[in-house]
Every structure is written in C-alpha cells, then in structure tokens.
C-alpha cells in the first residue's frame, strides 16, 4: 500500500519508520517555536499527503516526549480524513512547567494509517443487550 506525499516546503522531511515494525511514521517540524506551559501551537511538517482508499492518519502524540517534556497532541488521535489535501499540521500542547522549543527537522509527532470502515445507519426502537448494559464511567471499578 503506497502513501502518496507531496513536500510544500524544501525543509520537510518525509515521514518515515524509525524501526522496522513500528506502527507509527515519525512526522518533523519545518520550524522553530517556543510552547510556553499551558500554550497550544499548530506545528506545520511541510507536507500534503493523499491517503489511500479507505483509510485515515491517525496523528498521535511521541511518548518521549510526553514523558520527559509534558509535550503531547492536543486532540489525539487527531485524525486526518482520506479526502483532506492541505497540509499536514500537529496541535501541540505544553502541559509542563518549562517553555519547550520545537526544533526545525524534529520529530513532533507519530502517523498511524488505520482502515476505515463505512456504515449504514439503520434506526430501531430497541438495542440488543449485553451484559454491560447502560454501565458507563466508572462502571468496572478499579480493582
């Protein structure tokens, strides 16, 4: 299954496998900014993609660095749609206590291509049950 990218900007770099098995392509930034704590930043990676046939990107947050920085994705897993053309963007969020500088040609954020699956909506009157039932949040206790 080929990923079609298309570079907007001379400085990105492709997303790209750091290792082999690995679900996720390391996405890059193409700038410099400082997040100060607290603050949410669009990161541009310079690239436009076209996904393939019945599928979505998942952008998902480097576990690096929300271990040792507090940095993480603000919405994941953001999901970008088969059909979207602009360019790939990651909404970053501070959640630590120090500014954080993101670095030009650094890695932000990881892409995993999911399939997708499209329904039909079909309206009843009744629902099925299970054994869960209505048990939301909090429903299996915690031990």
């Known amino acids: 299954m080929n990923l079609k990218i298309k570079r907007i900007n001379e400085e990105a770099i492709l997303p790209e496998y750091a290792h082999e098995g690995d679900a996720g392509l390391d996405l890059f930034s193409i700038e410099d900014k400082i997040i100060k704590p607290g603050e949410t930043t669009l990161?541009?990676?310079?690239?436009?993609?076209?996904l393939p046939k019945n599928t979505e990107a998942q952008?998902?947050?480097?576990?690096?660095l929300a271990l040792k920085h507090s940095i993480t994705v603000l919405n994941t897993p953001g999901t970008i749609d088969e059909?979207?053309?602009g360019e790939v963007g990651v909404i970053l969020i501070?959640?630590?206590k120090a500014n954080f500088k993101v670095e030009k040609q650094m890695k932000i954020a990881q892409m995993v291509i999911k399939p997708?699956?499209?329904v039909q909506i079909e309206e009843v009157s009744e629902l099925s049950e299970t054994e869960r039932s209505e048990?939301?949040?909090?429903s299996?206790?915690?031990k």
């Open 135 to 138: 048990g939301g949040f909090g």
């Open 140 to 142: 299996t206790g915690l």
């Open 43 to 50: 990161i541009h990676t310079g690239i436009q993609m076209e």
């Open 59 to 64: 952008v998902r947050p480097r576990s690096g």
């Open 116 to 118: 997708v699956f499209r």
């Open 83 to 85: 059909g979207y053309r």
């Open 94 to 96: 501070n959640h630590g």
